[in-house]
């Protein structure tokens, strides 16, 4: 987490509880989200939304624990507060549990918060996770992992899986109750494809040509995109980084050989000779990415040379994307099952970056074949969020 995000984090927890009790106080039968970051978000945003278009009368309150989710989405209006969640402990998990008084909990993919999910079992709340993640390796299964495994085993009224290996896995722990049910991702990114959107100051740049899309990537995949298009200036290239401070994007704008723009230079403003000629558009603003896949003919997803897995492929290949992305992948069940299908195509350096776009610039039926199977993976993927709405009401 950057300077900028600690400040925000820290300020968005001054005088956070009087606030909650002052907003959730006076009603019952809250229905609780609660989403780590943006990506977490993303994933469980059709179920927010699914929730919403159910139960019209109902209040739900979503909290999350990162300002790259809190500060686009403080407004969203499919619920009817957004607020950062207290830090876990028992004096802040006992004020925040006697305002909301959840008749429901509903955590995303790994949240181990040991006092406020004990606090909910011991008050008999509902409480559910969606879209865990488990692999052998898994810090769920080592010997250190008996914290983990427990909330687990004992926490949860369902967790819910992506595939058949995850359940097993959970199962061979311990857990009692697991089901499979897809990742509701899909369905987002499936319906946010399939939805007329564009962007003038996209438009005006790349002037109906379609381009190379980086998303979501850290400083060493923006720096392997930039090579990439210093020996490429035929080509224009979408640069939307994970990181937007000042010095990482002027990094990326100092790298470029052929010219490159902020996105932010040009919103609300007329086009001029600068950006329609300019190599690399940097998106410097957050909320659009899923969006702008759209713009592409080919990807690379950012997040697996630094994270533990990349971020969402899925939604680049909803639109016939294909799509690479960095060594660690192996824990994201999308990236193993575009890879077997070859449409995704993991990469280590920036040489294989450069080759990757060479074959995607290089063979057109290849990139035909790519893109319809990335298309039809997510068609033939989505359904997840009717299976969660199941379980969670029904």
């Known amino acids: ?3 900028e995000k600690l400040k925000l984090f820290f300020q968005g927890r001054k005088g956070l509880l009087p606030k909650i009790e002052a907003a959730c106080g006076p009603y019952k039968d809250i229905i609780w989200f609660h989403v780590a970051s943006f990506g977490e978000f993303e994933e469980a945003r059709p179920v927010i939304e699914a929730t919403r278009a159910r139960f019209p009368d109902r209040k739900i309150l979503m909290t999350v624990f990162s300002p790259s989710v809190y500060e686009p989405m403080k407004h969203y209006d499919k619920v009817d507060w957004v607020f950062y969640l207290p830090l876990d402990s028992p004096w802040n998990v006992r004020r925040f549990l006697d305002a909301v008084r959840p008749v429901k909990a509903i955590f995303n993919i790994g949240e181990h918060w040991p ?16 879209s865990v993640r488990i692999e052998p390796d898994s810090p769920y299964l080592k010997w250190y992992g008996f914290m983990y495994r427990q909330i687990l085993r004992d926490c949860y009224n369902c ?7 995850n359940l097993e896995l959970l199962k061979g722990i311990g857990v009692p109750e697991v089901q499979v049910v897809g990742d509701a991702r899909v369905d987002r990114v499936v319906a946010v494809a399939s939805q007329p959107w564009s962007n003038p100051v996209v438009e005006a740049w790349c002037e109906g040509k379609k381009v190379f899309v980086s998303g979501s990537t850290y400083d060493v995949e923006d720096n392997m995109t ?15 980084p994970h990181e937007l401070g000042e010095a990482e994007v002027n990094d990326i704008l100092q790298k470029a050989a052929h010219g490159a723009v902020r996105y932010t230079d040009y919103e609300g403003k007329e086009a001029d000779d600068t950006l329609r000629n300019a190599q690399i558009l940097v998106v410097n603003t957050v909320g659009m990415l899923s969006r702008l896949y759209r713009y592409g003919f080919a990807c690379h997803v950012g997040g697996a040379f630094r994270d533990s897995m990349p971020h969402s492929v899925v939604e680049p290949a909803a639109y016939g994307l294909p799509v690479s992305f960095g060594p660690k992948y192996q824990r994201e069940l999308h990236c193993k099952d575009l890879e077997a299908l070859g449409a995704g195509f993991p990469i280590h350096n920036q040489k294989e970056l450069e080759a990757f776009y060479q074959k995607m610039t290089g063979d057109a ?16 993927s989505a359904g997840a969020t009717q299976r969660i709405m199941h379980i969670l009401f029904d």
């Open 115 to 130: 006092f406020l999910l004990n606090a909910l079992r011991r008050r008999h709340i509902d409480t559910y996770i969606m």
């Open 1 to 3: 987490m950057n300077t």
């Open 159 to 165: 967790v819910m899986v992506h595939n058949q290996s």
């Open 365 to 380: 039926s290849l990139l035909e074949r790519a893109g319809q199977i990335a298309k039809a993976y997510c068609q033939d």
């Open 226 to 240: 930039v090579e990439v298009a210093n020996a490429h200036p035929e080509g224009k290239f979408l640069i939307i």
